[in-house]
């Protein structure tokens, strides 16, 4: 095909508007490394692209995709609700003000149900004899010096 006409396009994508910008997302993939399906014969992108798809070459349903996914700027992620964050870590039941990282506030400890609970060994010896720190005051500091 020596020229590519709208006619020649029209009958595989009817809709002009949809042609158009499946013509010019076609061209972008051209000038970004796409494959060309073609020969160039010394034309430029757009024009091998409407002959790519007068041709058949390209579907026109991957067209389509590639320029929707071209067109968005923001892709919605599916996050949890907060609730269901906390339901998934289990914070409810733990004995601390667990964060929404399963992080417990500064300051709060776990009950030894809730440790046990994840897994977590509470030992229950003599901190003193298992070689230990005790709290000791201010006089107790300065009898030792």
């Known amino acids: 095909m020596a020229r590519v006409t709208v006619e020649d396009c029209i009958l595989q994508i009817p809709n002009r508007f949809d042609l158009v910008m499946a013509a010019a997302q076609r ?19 757009p024009v091998v692209a409407l002959r790519e798809i007068a041709d058949q070459t390209v579907e026109s349903e991957v067209l389509k995709e590639s320029l929707i996914k071209g067109l968005q700027k923001h892709v919605e992620v599916d996050e949890p609700e907060d ?16 964060g929404l990282d399963g992080r417990l506030a500064e300051g709060e400890t776990l009950d030894e149900d809730a440790a046990s609970s994840l897994g977590m060994q ?14 000791v005051d201010d006089g107790t500091l300065s009898d030792e010096d």
């Not at 609730?83 to 914070?91: K, N, Q, S, V």
């Not at 509470?122 to 709290?135: I, L, P, T, W």
């Open 122 to 135: 509470v030992e229950q010896e003599d901190e003193k004899a298992a070689g230990g720190f005790e709290d």
């Open 27 to 45: 061209a972008r993939d051209i000038s970004a490394g796409s494959q060309l399906t073609v020969d160039r014969d010394n034309d430029k992108n």
């Open 83 to 98: 609730d269901d964050l906390e339901r998934l870590i289990g914070a409810e039941g733990l004995g601390g003000a667990v």
